[in-house]
Structures are given as C-alpha cells and as structure tokens.
C-alpha cells in the first residue's frame, strides 16, 4: 500500500470527472495477477468475479490468461459476453437452483461443487455426466469472513459423499475449500492442505482417484493493519502443493488479491458542522455506494486528505445519504478541512464496487479505468 499518493493528480482528474469518482488501476491488476503466477507457478486462478465485476476489471483480467469464477447466471453471462468462451468458467457456488444447473450444463460447464446430497440431486436429474467437487469446511479464527460457517461438510464426511456421488453415475473429481475472506495466516491453508493429502490418498484405496483441488481464495491484502506480505504468505502454501500434489489439477479463486489495491475512491466534502465536540464532515458517497465494504467485507480502508496543517481534530465522516446509520468514520483524526476538499479512500478494489446501490437514488461513481497508478 502506498505511503503517499500524488494529489497533484488526483486533483487533475477530479477536476475533469468530477466525484465520486472510481479509479481502477489495469497496471496493479495486471502486477498483482503476474505476481500470484510466479509465486504459485503450479496453481491454475479463476478470477471470483464477486469481488468486482465492472466489465474493463473482467477485459484487463481475461488479458492476462485468468479463468473465471462465478456464482450466478448473471455473472455467467457478463463473463461470456466478453469471452465468448464457457472454458475459461467455472461455477463453484454449491446451492444453486436446479435451473440454474441446467442453464449451466447447456453452456458447456461440466464440473460443479457442492456441499449437501441434495445438491448432488440436483446435478444428477439435469447433468448426469457431471464432475463434482466436494466443498469442506475449513477452521480459521484469523480471517475477517469465515465462509465456512456457511458452506462446507466435515472432511470426515468427504468420503461417504464421494461414493453416493460414483454410485449416482457422477464423477467424483476431487475437493474444494476455501479458507474464509482475507486470511490473516497460511496456517489454515497448510493444515487443511496435509488432511486433504492423506484424504486424497485414503480415496485411492477405496477405489476413487480423486485429479482436481479447488483451494479458494483468502489471499490478504493490508488495509488500515499490515498483514503479510503475499510472498511469505504462498511460500509454505506452494511448498506443500509442490510435495503432496504433484498429480493433481490445482484450481484458485483470488479476487481480493487481483483488485483489492487496484482501486480508489476520490470524494469531496459537501458539509460541513460541529457536533459534540467533533468536526463532522459530508462527503458525496455513503455506506450504500463504495462504502458498503465497511458493512458487507468488515473492510476498514486507509483514508488520505491534502495535507493542510500539522495539528489533527476529532472528526465524523458521513455519508451523502438520508439515513443516519450512514457513517463512514465514526472517530477520526483530520486536519481542518473545507468545503469542496478531497478525501481519498485506497485500497477500494474488491467488494465496493459489487455491493454497491442507489439508495435514495444517488447514483453510483463513475468509473474510470487507468494505465500507471496514483502513488506519490
């Protein structure tokens, strides 16, 4: 994350678009899509294209030899407007309607997860061809979205759903898991990845050969705390890959760690008042636009003003909307600032964007895709 950012542009571009405004870096998504390739050379990534699906993210993603994953027709048919390719997609959300199977199946999509025998019904009566993955749960205390309380069976169950699913004609293909929204640790990937070894091995003695692991996403980024940085957090995760999967497809589903720092948000102060003893400060986007992270991601983004003093206040920053749950920063320290100054919130790429509304029909940023960045 950048300890300084050039305001002299940010200013420049404000000034030409207007704010809110939405930057999207295509170089940082290119970067941080060749670094995760390096650092895991053996691991095949498909872009979760929950974390942002603006269609220039999805255009400078496909560039760049990532598959997709996706969760809804919607999402399906943003990403194959672009492509025109069903290859490049997976569909790993294991509760799905049983028509939505079916349109998927039509597409081309053979391979389907799952979590509940249900589930595995329902791919049966529509795709009796299918290759399924059995999605587990994953312990993790040190992620900010635990998913697995959620989705996932025991992985001590894995194996009797592996047979039902060969005894209903499928084919079971192999695990997926996902270790929950911004891992804080590799722990949780290394001791899930040395049971599913030993699972995968105990599978092969009961006949099933099991080619395929899906090992999610998770990978962190910092915000406001530092977390690790990614290469000491793949190095023990592509160690382990390296020694106990050699045979075995591996499939990853970043989307946090391909967009998370590719974004900005520039907004301006539109109010401005004392209360309770603290400056508060409106600004023209809100918990309900790009700010809904802090809601839906418990993201807390590093904010940057134009510095105009040394000393600092107690400050509100609150959003445009009507509601009063609509704070941004309910405790904060900022200089003076006046009406019309920029506040700039970094780190905005992933999960803003996607959860974003037009409450009280304010309309969302507009977005601009840029090559470089903004950092000073």
Known sequence: MPKSIDFNFIEEVAKRYDTPLFLISASKIRKNIQTLKNLLPNVEFFYAVK???????????????????????????????????????????????????????????????????????????????????????????RCVVNLSSKFGIPLEEALDYCRYIKKLGLNPKGLAFHVGSQSLSPKPFINVLNRVSKFYEIAKKDGIFLEILNIGGGFPIPYKNPVPHLEVFCKPIKEILDKKFTKVKIMAEPGRAIVGDAGLLICKVIGITKRNRKIWYYVDESVYGLFSGKIYDQASYPLMVKCNGVRKYRSVIAGRTCDSFDIIEKEIKLPLLKMGDLIVALQMGAYTYSSSSEFNGFEKPKVKIIEGDWNG
């Open 51 to 141: 974390a942002n699906p603006h269609p220039d993210v999805i255009k400078v993603v496909a560039e760049n030899d990532v598959g997709f994953e996706v969760s809804s027709q919607n999402e399906f048919n943003l990403v194959y407007s672009l492509l025109k390719d069903s290859s490049k997609i997976i569909v790993s959300h294991p509760v799905k309607k049983e028509e939505e199977i079916e349109f998927y199946a039509k597409q081309g999509i053979r391979l389907f997860t799952v979590d509940s025998k249900e589930e595995i019904k329902k791919v049966k009566k529509v795709c009796e061809r299918a290759d399924i993955l059995v999605r587990i749960q994953v312990k993790n205390s």
